[in-house]
């Protein structure tokens, strides 16, 4: 009984071996430079960048006034070169950066007690109680 089962299956085994030795793939060893290390962890950051800018709400309620739908702009976005995603990373960093205005309100209350408490110092005013005039 085993001769009958070792003929096919050494035939199995054979083939088998054949298999994976075709499927298998050479190793290339190259050296890689640190401006090419570099450039690429850029490009990824690029394109990280450029996605959150998409991913944005105020940005997704602007494509979809003007009729864009934000799953085809991020599709769009992938499919660009690494040259084109560079340039539009660039615009961003040049765009002006906006805020919730919490700092510039700060800043003037800020200015105006200053100006106001040297004005009180001063004996022009009289409007904070800790002040000897």
């Given at each position: 009984m085993l001769r009958r089962i070792a003929r096919p299956m050494s035939f199995l085994l054979i083939f088998s071996f054949l298999?994976?030795?075709?499927?298998a793939h050479n190793a290339r060893a190259?050296?890689?430079t640190t401006e090419s290390a570099v450039q690429a962890v850029r490009q990824q950051g690029d394109?990280?960048?450029?996605a959150a800018f998409l991913?944005?709400?105020e940005i997704?309620?602007?494509m979809?006034?003007?009729?864009?739908?934000?799953?085809?702009?991020?599709?769009?976005?992938?499919a660009l070169s690494d040259a084109e995603v560079s340039r539009i990373a660039k615009v961003?960093?040049?765009l002006p950066a906006g805020g919730d205005g919490i700092g510039a309100v700060v800043g003037a209350a800020v200015l105006i007690f200053l100006v106001l408490l040297v004005t009180d110092?001063?004996?022009l005013t009289h409007v904070f109680s800790f002040v000897n005039h």
């Open positions: 298999l994976l030795d075709l499927s190259a050296l890689v394109r990280e960048r450029a991913g944005r709400d997704r309620q602007a979809v006034g003007q009729g864009i739908d934000p799953k085809e702009a991020l599709a769009r976005l992938d961003l960093d040049q110092i001063l004996g």
